[in-house]
């Protein structure tokens, strides 16, 4: 069955970084655009960025653009979420999630608290 496993958040500083792994497993992982959403406290889920399957071409929320990085590796089958120079702001529970738009698997989350 389809699985996707969050990995890598924690309790970091304004001004640092942490990396976000999500290991997929139970199909073609390198058939598939990969996206990453959050989900603040009182706050509706929104999407932070994705890549696509075809030539790994990606795209960010305008909130994240020049910190934030996604990656691939398909020989791995994992995803990944550079974040630096985080802020207070991007509190969130942080969700892994296959394809971008379509309703899909979504990874169990794993929560990144941002210190000011």
């Known amino acids: 069955q389809v699985q996707l496993v969050e990995s890598g958040g924690g309790l970091v500083q304004a001004g640092g970084s942490l990396r976000l792994s999500c290991a997929a497993s139970?199909?073609?992982?390198?058939?598939?655009?990969m996206s990453w959403y959050r989900q603040a406290p009182g706050k509706e889920r929104e999407l932070v960025a994705f890549?696509?399957?075809?030539?790994?071409?990606?795209n960010y929320a305008d909130s994240v653009k020049g910190r934030f990085t996604i990656s691939r590796d398909n020989a791995k089958n994992t995803v990944y979420l550079q974040m630096n120079n985080l802020k207070p702001e991007d509190t969130a529970v942080y969700y892994c999630?296959?394809?971008?738009?379509?309703?899909?698997?979504w990874g169990q989350g794993t929560q990144v608290t941002v210190s000011s």
């Open positions: 999630k296959r394809r971008v738009w379509t309703d899909d698997y």
């Open positions: 139970g199909f073609t992982f390198s058939s598939y655009g």
């Open positions: 890549i696509t399957s075809s030539d790994g071409s990606t």
